[in-house]
């Protein structure tokens, strides 16, 4: 850790120095400790901006649902990268299953920065005209925990049950020395929703004139309340949050043009959270090196799903001399594959409502399609919409629109989990040995890393590994 860095190197030198008389005492101004590392408001600000900068883990929950599902192939210039764990031959640890388990490190890096920050709101000295601001970052972390532990929720848990004990732990407050057990699912649930709440009260409502995408506030908390109910299978409040989300208009679907910029970062069109990687390539190389190389392309199967008339398979699917290649993060003006990454958008809101509505008790089928049409009628030319004779028509087609729509951007493996769903690949994407991944296999939810058992006694592992 940085901080115990910093006083290591501090103390070296007082050693260096044997001819000084003074020594480095605990209580030295010099020496950043848990003590002194928030000492004004404005370091309060620093955490809280560390914080958001650790959500980029999120992209571990890109590339692993990339691999794992059907929407990349290895690329023709892959050396093995990923190939273990596109090839359901990954384990608990980091040589087998680095992919998968990196998450878990992330998205618990991400808790416990938040819960170093939290205590030292109200303790620090804090200018009368800062005060206000103090409930604003309290919302913003309290939010990013809830979302850190909905990830590993997502990606270490079977499919929701309240009853599951497997959860994960939930961690709020910092102890290093923590050995915390599983919480049950609903547990762990609760939490997540008790976080979003208490958030979602504290930090500003948002506007189309004031909406920021790069922080947190009352619209986009909206939006991953809806994500969460969906995946939890609460379909009336997922209707009612991406409701809240669409009907705010702080990011309206967009066409042509203006939506093909949102991926080169010449806009901020239709995005509800990013996270902005100013000059680092960690989303665009996940999927090609900076001198094109390409280690995991995109699926025969996804490019396939594609019409000539849809502006998504240009602005997603790129070709250089017959290799096709993952457009999507390609680059910006800051340079090649240095982008930012989309983790919120305003498409996944009406694909999340049309899903929802088709699933109440009583399913609502034109409601449903009006959401599906109008995404579709901002990426096709010439779309004429469709109609459903049937609720599993109508998931079909959501579903498959998510795979189209919502490509390399973490969720094609678990919304095949969440619906019960195989893993199919077309045989010229993949050997017959990693074609299928059945539907329920154990891999659909990945392993507790090996380090994590063998540090913390009260672990247990998920089966099948």
């Known amino acids: 850790m940085k901080l115990k860095k910093y006083s290591l190197y501090i103390l070296s030198a007082a050693l260096l120095l044997g001819s000084c008389k003074k020594q480095l005492e605990q209580n030295d101004p010099d020496v950043i400790n848990e003590a002194n590392a928030f000492k004004t408001f404005e370091h309060i600000q620093y955490g809280v901006n560390a914080a958001f900068q650790r959500y980029g883990t999120y992209s571990t929950d890109m590339y692993k649902s990339a691999l794992v599902s059907d929407e990349a192939k290895l690329g023709v210039d892959n050396a093995g990268q990923g190939a273990l764990e596109y090839r359901y031959q990954y384990s608990s640890d980091v040589t087998t299953g680095g992919s998968v388990i990196a998450g878990y490190y992330g998205y618990y890096s991400l808790i416990d920065q938040v819960n170093r920050v939290l205590p030292k709101i109200d303790v620090v000295e804090t200018p009368a005209n800062l005060i206000p601001r103090k409930d604003i970052v309290r919302g913003h972390l309290l939010g990013l925990r809830a979302i850190a532990h909905f990830g590993l929720l997502q990606s270490f848990c079977k499919n929701y049950n309240a009853n599951e004990p497997l959860g994960i732990p939930i961690m709020l407050e910092f102890n290093p020395l923590a050995k915390p057990t599983r919480a049950t699912m609903g547990a762990v649930m609760t939490q997540i929703e008790k976080d979003l709440s208490d958030a979602k009260a504290l930090v500003p409502a948002a506007t189309p004139a004031n909406f920021s995408d790069t922080v947190l506030n009352k619209v986009n908390i909206a939006a991953y309340q809806a994500r969460i109910a969906l ?100 680059e910006s003006s800051r340079g090649g594959r240095i982008v930012d990454m989309k983790a919120c958008r305003i498409a996944e809101m009406y694909l999340i409502r049309a899903e929802a509505y088709a699933k109440l008790p009583t399913p609502n089928l034109s409601a449903g399609a009006a ?84 540090a913390n006694p009260n672990m247990v592992q998920n089966d099948g590994y």
């Open 371 to 454: 959401d599906l049409n109008a995404l579709r009628t901002a990426r096709i030319t010439g779309y004429t919409n469709e109609t459903f004779a049937s609720a599993a028509d109508l998931i079909t087609a959501v579903l498959n629109e998510r795979f189209k729509e919502l490509c390399f951007e973490g969720f094609r493996l678990y919304d095949l989990k969440r619906n019960n769903l195989p893993v199919q690949r077309n045989a010229s994407d993949a050997g017959p040995a990693w074609q299928t991944l059945a539907a329920g296999s154990f891999r659909f939810v990945m392993p507790i890393p090996q380090d994590e058992l063998l």
């Open 231 to 330: 995946y939890k299978g609460d379909y009336q409040a997922a209707i009612t949050f991406a409701s809240e989300v669409i009907s705010s208009n702080v990011k309206p679907l967009v066409s042509g043009s203006a939506f093909a910029g949102i991926w080169i970062d010449a806009n901020a069109n239709e995005t509800l959270f990013r996270i902005r990687f100013l000059q680092s390539p960690a989303i665009g190389a996940l999927w090609t090196t900076t001198n094109s190389a390409v280690y995991i392309a995109p699926s025969d199967k996804l490019i396939a799903t594609y019409s000539n008339d849809d502006i998504r398979k240009g602005t997603f699917i790129g070709n250089d001399a017959g290799k096709n290649y993952v457009k999507k993060f390609y």
